[in-house]
């Protein structure tokens, strides 16, 4: 193999300083890191910079309404909110209680796979990376529907809404199948109750005994609002900018989007903090020791420790500087069940490096703007104090994220109708076809 990977770099690697000279925005960013304009959207605002470009705390607005306005009302009022914020970013304003209990009824009755599916295609085949297996049911349904490919707006209206309403099913139960076949765990494939929201419905099917408490799927109800939409130009939901104007299916459009999120600089993060937090925790002698935790961090960074990717997870965004909106809702809940649950020295731990971390990657990194903690830094430790496994971390995100991706969708068909195609400039000097008896070894 190495001869032929010898072959590819020697081949396909182009000079660094090729990219400055054609101007090439790399990452589809300039060099202060401001992404090129690909678009317009209506469905959520984010504010990072203020008037005079200066780096401000994040700001996330769905429809124009601020996230921490959201979560405080749901909190203040008791109530769970994930129906009522996918109602809010597919149709572009709040239900009124009439409406809100008419689309979660809708919502309801629509959580139900084909029959046998979970017999023939969930459990038929297993795997830990459920990020995956949720993406084969998807392309699986497709082929129940015979309206697949078709491109109204009523008909992706309805393929979108089947799969939020039925993506819980697709995680836990790939989930359970994995956790049976491969863990030798009993298996559990419970059905889904209509007179129960999203969050509740995922606890009930991912615990043995169907029970959770109110506070557990409150908060949990909390992360995926936190986790639905951001913007078009985040990866995933990018991707399905792009692949649904080639004019593909609205199943193979999610597919798309999932391979994005689960990648570990995006969604698959999240699980990438909980593994790394582990790794940190068992390779340094004493955890108060901030000089001893910044040197292993700076090891990480020089790919010299955990994965060697030189990634600290959970850290830095492409957008935020000084915050991440998302992480500072959802480290006040961290610190509440943390307490709740006696886990202390955890928070403590995660709260050192969170302000550890961004010192040393403006030391080790160019940085032209901060990093703090993003949404992916704390919601593993959530997840974790509410008992659920590590492989459904990513697919929490994907059950969410889908009302950004379907919302996004409809945007693309409403307004674009012309195929994303940017520009590769070729740097390939001009060559004969030489005949094989000519060529040098
Ligand atoms: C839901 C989400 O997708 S949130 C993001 C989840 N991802 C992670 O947590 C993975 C860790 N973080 C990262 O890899 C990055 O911060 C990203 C991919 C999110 C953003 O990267 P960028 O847009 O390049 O951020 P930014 O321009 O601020 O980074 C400046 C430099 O610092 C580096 N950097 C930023 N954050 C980190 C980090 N956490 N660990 C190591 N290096 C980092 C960048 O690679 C870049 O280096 P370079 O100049 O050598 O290319
Ligand atoms: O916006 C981004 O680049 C990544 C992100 O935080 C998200 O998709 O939630």
């Given at each position: 193999m190495n001869k032929y990977t010898e072959k590819i770099k020697k081949n396909s690697i182009i000079p660094l300083d090729f990219y400055q000279q054609y101007d090439v925005k790399k990452g589809l960013r300039d060099v202060n890191g401001k992404g090129v304009l690909a678009g317009l959207t209506n469905i959520s605002a984010i504010h990072s910079f203020d008037d005079n470009g200066d780096p401000m705390a994040g700001i996330l607005e769905y429809r124009a309404i601020n996230i921490k306005d959201i979560s405080e009302h749901l909190k203040a009022e008791n109530r769970f909110g994930f129906e009522e914020i996918t109602y809010l970013l597919l149709f572009g304003e709040l239900p009124t209680l009439e409406e809100l209990t008419t689309f979660t009824q809708e919502l309801a009755a629509k959580r139900q796979l084909p029959k046998d599916f979970v017999r023939d295609i969930i459990l038929e085949a297993t795997s830990c990376d459920i990020m995956n297996s949720i993406s084969r049911s998807i392309l699986s349904l497709a082929t129940f529907d015979s309206k697949a490919s078709e491109m109204t707006l009523?008909?992706?209206?309805?393929?979108?809404?089947?799969?939020?309403?039925?993506?819980?099913?697709?995680?836990?139960?790939?989930?359970?199948?994995?956790?049976?076949?491969?863990?030798?765990?009993?298996?559990?494939?419970?059905?889904?109750d209509e007179n129960l929201t999203t969050a509740?419905?995922?606890?009930?099917?991912?615990?043995?005994?169907?029970?959770?408490?109110?506070?557990?799927?409150?908060?949990?109800?909390?992360?995926?609002i936190l986790h639905m939409e951001h913007g078009g130009g985040n990866n995933s939901t990018f991707t399905t900018h792009v692949v649904t104007s080639s004019g593909t299916d609205t199943?193979?459009?999610?597919?798309?989007?999932?391979?994005?999120?689960k990648g570990s600089k995006h969604g698959g993060a999240n699980i990438q903090v909980a593994k790394m937090l582990d790794n940190i925790w068992e390779n340094i002698s004493d955890p108060s020791d901030e000089a001893e935790i910044s040197e292993y961090l700076r090891r990480i960074l020089n790919k010299e420790a955990f994965d060697r990717q030189g990634l600290i997870y959970g850290m830095g965004h492409a957008i935020y500087s000084v915050s991440d909106p998302r992480a500072e809702v959802l480290k006040s809940y961290v610190k509440e069940l943390a307490e709740e649950k006696g886990l202390h020295d955890e928070y403590n731990f995660y709260k050192k490096i969170e302000r550890l971390a961004p010192q040393v990657i403006a030391q080790e990194r160019n940085m032209y703007k901060g990093v703090s903690a993003n949404v992916d830094f704390y919601s593993g430790f959530v997840y974790q104090m509410l008992g659920l496994p590590?492989?459904?971390?990513?697919?929490?995100?994907?059950?969410?994220?889908?009302?950004?991706?379907?919302?996004?969708?409809?945007?693309?068909?409403?307004n674009m109708n012309k195929i994303i195609r940017p520009a590769y400039e070729s740097v390939l000097t001009t060559k004969k076809y030489k005949k094989i008896e000519d060529r040098n070894a």
């Open positions: 009523e008909n992706v209206l309805d393929q979108s809404l089947c799969l939020i309403a039925n993506f819980p099913l697709l995680a836990i139960y790939a989930y359970q199948a994995y956790n049976h076949y491969e863990n030798g765990k009993s298996l559990y494939i419970h059905y889904p509740q419905n995922i606890l009930r099917l991912l615990r043995p005994d169907k029970q959770f408490s109110d506070i557990e799927a409150k908060v949990l109800d909390l992360a995926l199943y193979a459009s999610v597919v798309a989007s999932l391979s994005s999120l590590e492989e459904l971390y990513t697919p929490l995100f994907a059950i969410a994220r889908i009302v950004g991706w379907s919302a996004h969708r409809m945007e693309e068909m409403l």
